[in-house]
């Protein structure tokens, strides 16, 4: 490799595209203190080998003629989507040094948690095509900096997942990702410094808002769909599944076209345009189901909580992953479910046992109950909708780094072990540019013990609770650290207009992070329609919900 003395020099450009610096120069593009020159490099910094870096984007730009921030995006995309296809491949040479079954199942973590990477790399390279053809159909505010949010933190759960090992080739695979990791955070910082010119900046953000810098979804009122969703979804969350057109029926008794629900998923056509509709009869099916990228549009429609019943018993203990220890895990687009029961029986002491993991965007469940004690709910990434279910648990129980909105939910808590502390949240955003968070409104916390909003399970967590009841044991301070001064001040949690004997706010902790919000335009920013884009894609699942603040 070339000396970094040439890494920042203007001599180092030369061998950049010849158009590059004369387009620079006859334009004179800059937005802020950005140029184009200035981009690329932006693109490529803190990479290790940062003049292979420069070279990749060069050679996807040989093939644009009009240079702007929207091609050198692209290419910089382009260029990460070639470093992650290069990583699955270094990882898979690693498993013939897995010495244990955890170390086994981590190694596949690692693979399949990186293809969800590839997978949002490329849908975003798709939006940013569309967006240079003009297409004003596209939602690109919320799909961007969603799907590159969840690449970004695809790689740290491949890491997690090395727990309990003796770490030395978690150690090994860290140094295969880094380059990628810091190339998607690179794209991240540069499209939220650009607002994504020539996209809008958000409207109703002033430069000193405390959101500048974060996402700031549209309030267009452009209400067409997501092509993945099919007009005639609204009909389906009010109909009685012996009423509506089914296309699989799953019963334990043999009256259905299949006993399991694992087979009717197996054969459901792969990624389909239109909703297919699997109606699972009351019953506790004893299966763990695992529905794959591919199985896109599926719904699955039960009897009701209590009567059609998944159940698992996965756990930390018995060597797997958390990641794996789900009993439910869904990653195929516009998954949808009703009044089902996902559900982990793995007692307090297997600690980490998932009862739904979900990676599907635009993902919603209704009247559904997820139940466990130790991480329930993993919403591990994209944009997903809870409306009118139960949530269980003693710690940790809604976790993850997804864009996940909870709203007129029944929250429940459960007795943990000797010394252990109930929270409810343990959000896992890493950086200031991602779109992610929780936000629980118009709910009702119903504490049996003891218990705690939250915690900050990584550096920039975010969670904010809006207009939910909480009943006394919810604990005076509110939250709870996780170690020491861990993220107190790069946090962000909020709560505003929240009710009942848990909710005062005069004891609460002083935390420079922690937020008491009063103002209606901050909460507006944690709202559907805001946080989750909600507009664009609830209104064809069928699902009530409340696009903005409740009163």
């Not at 953000?205 to 700031?216: C, G, K, Q, V």
């Not at 159940?311 to 949808?336: C, D, E, L, Y």
């Not at 591990?380 to 976790?399: A, K, M, N, P, V």
């Not at 706010?505 to 909600?534: C, E, M």
Request: neutral net charge; glycine residues 6%; aromatic residues 10%.
């Amino acid at each position: 490799m070339a000396p970094n003395m040439a890494l920042t020099s203007p001599l180092f450009l030369l061998f950049l595209l010849p158009s590059l610096q004369a387009f620079s120069n006859e334009t004179s593009l800059s937005i802020g203190d950005l140029t184009i020159e200035k981009m690329i490099l932006q693109a490529c910094s803190n990479i290790e080998n940062q003049a292979s870096c420069i070279s990749n984007i060069h050679n996807e730009l040989e093939s644009t003629s009009d240079l702007n921030p929207t091609s050198i995006l692209t290419a910089t995309i382009k260029a990460t989507l070639k470093e992650a296809k290069d990583a699955i491949q270094m990882i898979t040479k690693f498993n013939t040094l897995s010495v244990s079954y955890r170390e086994q199942l981590a190694i596949e973590d690692c693979k399949e948690l990186l293809d969800f990477s590839v997978s949002e790399l490329a849908w975003s390279l798709t939006e940013m095509k569309k967006i240079r053809a003009g297409d004003k159909n596209v939602h690109y505010e919320g799909n961007l900096k969603t799907w590159l949010s969840a690449a970004l933190s695809n790689q740290d759960t491949c890491l997690e997942g090395f727990e309990g090992t003796d770490r030395h080739l978690e150690n090994f695979i860290k140094g295969s990702l880094e380059q990628v990791n810091q190339l998607i955070a690179n794209v991240l910082a540069l499209y939220t410094q650009l607002h994504s010119l020539p996209f809008k900046p958000p409207r109703n953000i002033t430069s000193n808002h405390p959101f500048t810098n974060l996402e700031n979804s549209s309030e267009s009122e452009d209400m067409d769909l997501p092509n993945w969703i099919t007009d005639g979804d609204q009909e389906l969350l009010n109909a009685s599944p012996l009423r509506m057109h089914v296309d699989a029926i799953v019963a334990l008794d043999g009256t259905g076209n299949y006993q399991t629900i694992t087979e009717a998923i197996s054969e459901a056509p792969s990624y389909s345009n239109r909703r297919y509709i699997i109606y699972v009869k009351k019953g506790v099916y004893r299966e763990n189901i695992d529905m794959k990228r591919k199985k896109t549009n599926i719904m699955l429609v039960g009897d009701g909580i209590g009567e059609t019943v998944v159940t698992g018993n996965r756990n930390f203990m018995q060597g797997w992953t958390t990641f794996r220890t789900a009993t439910v895990a869904v990653s195929g687009k516009g998954f949808i479910a009703r009044d089902m029961t996902f559900r982990n029986t793995a007692k307090p002491e297997n600690h980490q046992a998932v009862a739904l993991r979900v990676d599907s965007d635009q993902s919603a469940f209704f009247r559904c109950s997820m139940e466990s004690h130790q991480d329930t709910l993993y919403a591990h990434s994209l944009r997903q909708f809870y409306r009118e279910c139960d949530i269980y648990g003693t710690i940790d129980f809604i976790f993850g780094n997804g864009a996940a909105f909870v709203q007129n939910c029944k929250i429940f808590t459960r007795v943990p072990l000797p010394l252990q502390k109930v929270t409810i949240t343990a959000q896992g955003r890493k950086n200031p540019h991602q779109s992610t968070g929780f936000v629980i409104q118009d709910s009702y916390i119903l504490a049996s013990q003891p218990t705690y909003l939250g915690r900050p399970w990584k550096q920039f967590s975010r969670t904010v609770f809006i207009n939910t009841y909480m009943n006394a044991l919810v604990q005076p301070r509110g939250w709870l650290e996780w170690y020491g001064d861990f993220a107190l001040g790069t946090l962000w949690y909020g709560e505003y207009k929240n009710y009942g004997p848990g909710a005062s706010l005069s004891n609460r902790i002083k935390w420079p992070g922690y937020h008491i919000i009063n103002d209606v335009s901050t909460a507006t920013f944690f709202t559907v329609d805001r946080f989750i884009d909600g507009r664009s894609w609830l209104p064809a699942t069928g699902i009530k919900f409340t696009a903005g603040l409740s009163n």
